[in-house]
């Protein structure tokens, strides 16, 4: 069992910046490709970043490229999501979750591939 807890949201001005904290507990940190996802009022949940746990690769959806940076820190079981140049549109629950992948070069921008979820934390950015 992963258990995980979002940190790091509020209420910002659009071109601020915030980071999001995802702590994790259970089971190995390190064995855990990572990913952020973010859900808008009427909105279905959309994915917004991933890191395998090993080589580090990441991806983002288009949307967030050049502003967005996820990056983890194993020693500490945390994954983080640098949002720089926020935007209205950015505003949404965060939610981080944890998918177990062996290999550890792997990233997943599906929901339904990972394992454990957060509760999430709420970002918003006014205009």
């Known amino acids: 069992q992963v258990q995980l807890v979002e940190s790091g949201g509020g209420l910002v001005q659009a071109g601020d910046s915030l980071r999001l904290s995802c702590a994790s507990s259970?089971?190995?940190?390190?064995?855990?490709?990572m990913g952020w996802f973010r859900q808008a009022p009427g909105k279905e949940r959309e994915f917004v970043a991933a890191?395998?746990?090993?080589?580090?690769?990441?991806f983002y959806t288009d949307s967030v490229k050049g502003r967005f940076t996820i990056s983890r820190d194993n020693a500490k079981n945390t994954v983080y999501l640098q949002m720089n140049s926020l935007k209205p549109e950015d505003t949404a629950v965060y939610y981080c979750?944890?998918?177990?992948?062996?290999?550890?070069?792997?990233?997943?921008?599906?929901?339904?591939?990972?394992?454990?979820w957060g509760q999430g934390t709420q970002v918003t950015v006014s205009s």
């Open positions: 979750a944890a998918k177990f992948d062996q290999s550890g070069r792997n990233y997943y921008i599906k929901g339904r591939s990972y394992d454990y």
């Open positions: 890191i395998s746990w090993k080589s580090g690769s990441t």
């Open positions: 259970g089971r190995t940190f390190s064995s855990y490709a």
